[in-house]
């Protein structure tokens, strides 16, 4: 596609509920990145994919976070048990390079998650 | 964890008058990027500077990076109502470089 797509844009979802965030990179992209946005916040790093492979799941805040990319495109973030406190707005960014590479940041438009 | 620290964290000006946003960073880098993010929508990647350089252009941006510092700044040159948007720095979360953190970010007002 032209740009990263990430679907829903909003969900709302009910405490305990579990939600999954999907996200399409660019075409051939081979680096794929998940991040949170708090209101008025930063995004903070969550996990990070080149191909298939997770290469580092270090800002996962909790076990009751999960992102797979099994075939190396399409990437979903599945979070499990949702609280109030997961409420933000997730991320998605995709990148041609490999690790190790400078290149820009490709971002989609987000996927809004309220917990009520 | 954000290693980047955008100083002012608002700001309001007026149409053409000039923008300067200064970025604080922690560890040693190799490159700093900065990107916009308008309301409600993702960020995009507006200019990286590698650390061997110490000033570069892009249009109506400029960016300069101190290494010795540890800072960085951008200026926006002679504003628009469309720049009105938040504005992060972002540099490597590590040595290999793979994923970018990024600081809380500079809300700029341009006003008409």
């Known amino acids: 596609g032209a740009g990263v797509s990430q679907s829903p844009r909003y969900k709302v979802a009910k405490r305990g509920q579990d939600v999954a965030l999907r996200c399409d990179p660019i075409s051939g992209h081979v680096s794929l990145f998940w991040y949170q946005q708090a209101l008025g916040q930063g995004p903070e790093f969550l996990t990070y994919f080149q191909n298939e492979a997770q290469l580092d799941k270090s800002g996962l805040p909790s076990d009751r976070f999960f992102a797979e990319r099994p075939e190396g495109s399409v990437s979903t973030l599945k979070i499990q048990r949702t609280q109030q406190e997961d409420s933000a707005v997730y991320l998605c960014?995709?990148?041609?390079?490999?690790?190790?590479?400078?290149?820009?940041?490709?971002f989609g438009e987000g996927s809004r998650l309220t917990v009520l | 964890s954000q290693q980047g620290e955008e100083d002012p964290q608002a700001l309001s000006i007026q149409e053409g008058e000039n923008a300067t946003m200064n970025c604080s960073y922690k560890t040693s880098i190799n490159n700093l990027q900065w990107y916009r993010q308008n309301s409600g929508r993702g960020l995009v990647h507006l200019i990286l500077i590698r650390s061997n350089e110490r000033e570069k252009h892009s249009g109506r941006l400029r960016v300069t990076l101190d290494t010795s510092k540890k800072s960085s700044s951008l200026l926006i040159t002679a504003s628009r109502a469309a720049d009105t948007a938040s504005y992060f720095c972002?540099?490597?979360?590590?040595?290999?470089?793979?994923?970018?953190?990024f600081g809380k970010g500079t809300t700029l007002s341009v006003s008409s």
């Open positions: 960014a995709s990148r041609p390079r490999r690790a190790g590479g400078t290149g820009e940041l490709f």
């Open positions: 972002a540099t490597p979360l590590n040595q290999a470089g793979t994923a970018l953190i």
